[in-house]
């Protein structure tokens, strides 16, 4: 948590100086809270514990990422 606590305020002003970025934030389901009114973001909550454990699991988000959203950097 307090990871998502740090980042939450620097994606918060990046948004704010550039309103025309999307950002795609990955995090798990119950620190979703933390990003969902910010302005030009989308929360993708995934539980890397069990449905997405270990390189498979990273690999199957990344898929479902890339079906979902078209990301230039």
Known sequence: MGDVALTAPVIKSATEQRPDIEIVFLTRPPYKSFF???????VYPSDFGSQNSGLSGIIKVFRELKKEHEFDH
């Not at 969902?36 to 989308?42: I, L």
């Open 36 to 42: 969902s009114s910010f302005a030009g973001v989308k």
